[in-house]
């Protein structure tokens, strides 16, 4: 998923990724809060600027089933 605004993703079914992160990099000044479900709701972990390339980084209530992202400062 490449998000060029940084913007809010409320459900990542309307961008045909729900349910498939596997690897993740942030670039800025800001983080990104990624959530298990839609609406930002269930299990979440933020994530600073950083290479996170394995589910060992994101956890295993987020590989393969991220279904939102709060983008948030710092």
């Known amino acids: 998923l490449v998000n060029p605004h940084n913007s809010t ?3 990542l079914s309307q961008l045909w990724f729900d349910n498939k992160l ?3 990099e ?3 000044p ?3 809060k990624i959530f298990e479900n839609p609406n ?3 299990q979440n972990k933020t994530f600073a600027e950083g290479h996170y390339k394995s589910s060992t ?3 295993s209530a987020l590989t393969k089933e991220a279904s939102s992202v ?3 400062t710092c």
């Open 9 to 11: 993703v409320p459900d």
């Open 22 to 24: 596997a690897s993740l």
């Open 26 to 28: 942030v670039v800025g």
């Open 30 to 32: 800001c983080c990104w």
């Open 40 to 42: 930002f709701d269930g």
């Open 57 to 59: 980084y994101l956890g």
């Open 70 to 72: 709060l983008i948030t």
